[in-house]
């Protein structure tokens, strides 16, 4: 029988009562309050938090804090991306956010899912879905990402927006929920 990381993992329903989930979760607890609090006097303690925090961290990307993530080790932020103030990423499936990326303040992506049915949703159930941000997308400040969606590279997504539907290249997104609203070249 599988744990329920096992589980969580492969992308089923799973019940964060593991002991190995909940050994994850202090893990990231511990690191983003070290990458928190670190002085802006040190920045390479700072760096070295953020390093053994996320599953990568590409050549001169940066994390502005108060940073938020569930596991860490399941982020990837590609070379040259910035990601500024107040960023949430629950990471319970994979996020990737290739190189050149800009995220904004405030921004949420948001791998967990829940059921919609009242009983397993009061049983604890939940699941995930990854989130795939591509090269050189602009997140812009309050975008929320959720489970399960793609933005293709060189794409904005205007301040605010939800994005709950895969989004192609080149394209600028806007709204609740986000709708493609201009083709860029």
Not at 32 to 51: H, I, K, M, V
Not at 87 to 116: C, E, M, S
Not at 119 to 127: D, G, L, M, Q, V
Request: net charge negative; with cysteine; glycine share 10%.
């Amino acid at each position: 029988m599988s744990s329920m990381r096992q589980r969580m993992l492969a992308g089923e329903a799973y019940i964060a009562d593991d002991p190995e989930i909940i050994a994850d979760l202090d893990r990231a607890v511990r690191l983003t309050e070290r990458f928190n609090t670190s002085p802006a006097e040190d920045p390479e303690g700072r760096l070295a938090a953020l390093r053994e925090l996320l599953g990568s961290l590409g050549e001169e990307a940066w994390v502005r804090p108060p940073f938020h993530c569930d596991y860490g080790w399941q982020t990837h932020i590609g070379p040259r991306s910035f990601v500024n103030f107040n960023a949430v990423f629950l990471d319970v499936a994979r996020i990737t956010i290739g190189a050149d990326v800009q995220i904004g303040p405030n921004v949420q992506l948001l791998t967990a899912t829940h059921p919609v049915e009242a009983e397993p949703r009061r049983a604890k159930w939940e699941a995930a879905e990854p989130i795939t941000i591509g090269d050189n997308v602009w997140l812009g400040g309050g975008v929320i990402v959720l489970a399960g969606v793609t933005i293709g590279e060189n794409t904005v997504v205007g301040a605010g927006a939800v994005v709950t539907k895969d989004l192609p290249t080149n394209v600028v997104a806007l709204g609740n929920p986000a709708r493609v609203v201009r083709e860029l070249a």
